[in-house]
């Protein structure tokens, strides 16, 4: 138990003190596991079944197919899409913002990918329609928490190959609470447009709306062919990632002729980096997990969580796994791969549903990713706004406040998230 728990404390440290996630994963597990004298048996064979699961071969495809869209020009037409249907609100273009990542999110399935892919689009046109460049980049590192929810999704297939939970089930778990999120964060920005007289961009056009529409359409059908390919069993999630990379090259290639060859080869490069990363974190993670059952570590919090519920409420006993999940979503990023082994044995004790938490654990992934002390996401669209991480994250407050109260709710109505799976299964 002390090896494990110094590998842990250690690997807290490291992250908190700036070492690299890959650097710090690897060092904790290292000397936590020479502690406990377990070293030279248990990382390689960990490592090897930690990344050998079929369904990770889908994450570096789905990876692949978001870079070629965005790289392709495919965010640029959508954006334009949102901005016919709702610029000419008030505060049009923080709603702009919020309605391209909902259409993102079903391409990159990821936060970060997502501010990339929008941030360097509607942030400066924030700051120049003269929205403060703090307020811009807390609106885009909030919307792009829905990214995460909308398959496909990379915390998703992280989680599916931690637990063996149906990709394909958690891929429609996340639609629903994904889509109601995104509406969410677009009331939120309403009530703000009315209270400080955000400026109107353009008049309601429904010439335009078909125009852009017509425009966007095709860059549209790839979520929707996948989510819809999977959900009737036309492919399995892993053939979709593939169909999802032939679709986009092709889209974004061959129709409209906005991807080289050039381009083509560094996005090839950008995945293999971003996908091999996560890979290797995967593997360490595998063996920090074992390392941890080995130390006892799951009995111990099921123990805890047992103690600290004062009745038999599932809802608590998920609150508190859930809090757990936000606390540690602060400081490690990715977290699904380093946490759920350590709590899996938990989840099964307690028989909580696996596809529900799946959705609560990307929730988690949205908090951490806009909290200090690490926050990624306020960090990226910080830098693109030209302001630090603190001026966003105050900025950040009411949407933050949504997300919270947004991820009680689907840990007491668990129904947004397995109503749809349950149904499709029907």
């Given at each position: 138990m002390f090896g494990a728990l110094f590998g842990i404390g250690l690997l807290v440290v490291m992250l908190i003190g700036g070492v690299p996630m890959v650097a710090a994963l690897l060092g904790s597990v290292a000397i936590g596991l020479v502690i406990a004298g377990q070293w030279a048996l248990v990382v390689p064979q960990a490592m090897v079944n930690g990344i050998s699961d079929y369904t990770l071969i889908s994450l570096p495809l789905f990876v692949l197919a978001g870079v070629l869209m965005n790289v392709g020009g495919l965010?640029?037409?959508?954006?334009?899409?949102?901005?016919?249907?709702?610029?000419?609100?008030?505060?049009?273009?923080a709603q702009v913002d919020v309605l391209t990542s909902i259409f993102l999110g079903g391409m990159f399935g990821s936060s970060t990918a997502d501010i990339a892919g929008t941030g360097s689009i509607t942030i400066p046109a924030m700051k120049r329609a003269g929205y403060s460049p703090a307020f811009s980049a807390?609106?885009?590192?909030?919307?792009?928490?829905?990214?995460?929810?909308?398959p496909p999704s990379s915390p998703m297939i992280l989680y599916s190959a931690v637990t063996g939970t149906s990709l394909g089930a958690l891929f429609l778990a996340g639609?629903?609470?994904?889509?109601?999120?995104?509406?969410?964060?677009?009331?939120?920005?309403?009530i703000l447009a009315r209270r400080r007289n955000f400026p109107r961009?353009?008049?309601?056009s429904f010439a335009e709306i078909a125009l852009t529409f017509r425009r966007g359409l095709l860059a549209m059908g790839m979520p929707a062919i996948i989510v819809g390919g999977t959900s009737v069993g036309v492919f399995t999630p892993t053939e979709g990632s593939a169909f999802g990379v032939v679709y986009a090259a092709a889209l974004?290639?061959?129709?409209?002729?906005?991807?080289?060859?050039?381009?083509?080869?560094?996005?090839?490069i950008s995945a293999v980096q971003l996908s091999g990363e996560l890979l290797v974190m995967v593997g360490l993670s595998g063996t920090l997990g074992v390392a941890l059952a080995n130390a006892g570590v799951?009995?111990?919090?099921?123990?805890f969580v047992e103690a600290v519920t004062f009745s038999d409420s599932m809802f608590l006993r998920i609150a508190i796994l859930v809090l757990l999940a936000v606390v540690a979503g602060m400081v490690l990023d990715p977290l699904i791969p380093v946490l759920v082994p350590a709590i899996?044995?938990?989840?099964?004790?307690?028989?909580?549903?696996?596809?529900?938490?799946g959705v609560l654990m990307v929730m988690a992934v949205v908090i951490g990713q806009l909290h200090p002390p690490i926050g990624i996401a306020s960090i990226i669209a910080g830098r693109i706004a030209g302001v630090d991480q603190i001026q966003v994250f105050r900025a950040n407050i009411p949407f933050f406040v949504t997300i919270v109260v947004f991820t009680i709710v689907l840990i007491a109505v668990p129904e947004l998230s397995t109503w749809l799976p349950n149904y499709m299964k029907d």
């Open positions: 965010s640029v037409r959508l954006f334009d899409f949102a901005h016919s249907l709702v610029g000419w609100l008030k505060g049009g273009l807390a609106t885009c590192a909030s919307s792009s928490g829905v990214g995460p929810l909308i639609l629903i609470p994904g889509i109601i999120l995104g509406l969410l964060f677009m009331g939120v920005v309403f961009h353009g008049d309601l974004a290639g061959f129709i409209y002729r906005s991807l080289s060859w050039a381009e083509f080869y560094r996005s090839c799951p009995q111990a919090l099921a123990t899996l044995p938990t989840l099964l004790a307690f028989n909580i549903d696996l596809i529900q938490f």
